[in-house]
């Protein structure tokens, strides 16, 4: 995966954010999106050591030309399976604020943003969040709330050879 990152983002520097250690330790709940094309999505995700009734979404990314195909649906589908029968009952992500798709897909799903007063656009966000000037949209979402999605396809689970 951390081959194709920094395209899929159309070049941009992404591959820091996924080191190998998420393949190694999280294998149990992130999740590959293949075809016989090769791999066109993936999840990053893990249990919070911190707070036992929350999971969190790292990282989520699905190939340009596999976008708007139910792809990103069923990795997160998957995962809210995965850490449901885990007992969470919350899972949370973050982006940025100017991440205007992102944004639109965690509502559409049905995350909701946490309240700030701190808002663009009309959406909440928090300043500074990982560091100066790294605001952040903080979501939430529980595991019993239907996931708005329209996925099909099977993710299987991350490999450490991933």
Not at 61 to 73: A, E, I, L, T
Not at 127 to 141: P, S
Request: charged letters at 25%.
């Amino acid at each position: 995966m951390i081959r194709v990152l920094d395209e899929w983002w159309g070049g941009r520097h992404m591959s820091n954010m996924l080191p190998k250690l998420f393949f190694v330790h999280f294998c149990e709940t992130s999740f590959i999106a293949e075809t016989n094309q090769g791999r066109i999505g993936f999840l990053i995700g893990f249990l919070s050591q911190t707070q036992a009734e929350e999971a969190y979404i790292h990282f989520v990314g699905v190939h340009p030309d596999f976008r708007k195909q139910g792809v990103g649906s069923a990795l997160y589908r998957q995962f809210f399976q995965t850490v449901q029968k885990l007992d969470r009952v919350r899972v949370k992500c973050v982006t940025s604020p100017i991440n205007k798709d992102s944004i639109s897909y965690h509502l559409r799903l049905g995350f909701q943003a946490e309240p700030s007063e701190t808002q663009q656009d009309g959406v909440p966000y928090c300043l500074d969040y990982d560091g100066v000037g790294e605001n952040r949209v903080l979501f939430t979402k529980a595991t019993n709330d239907k996931l708005n999605d329209v996925g099909r396809r099977n993710p299987r689970r991350a490999s450490s050879h991933s």
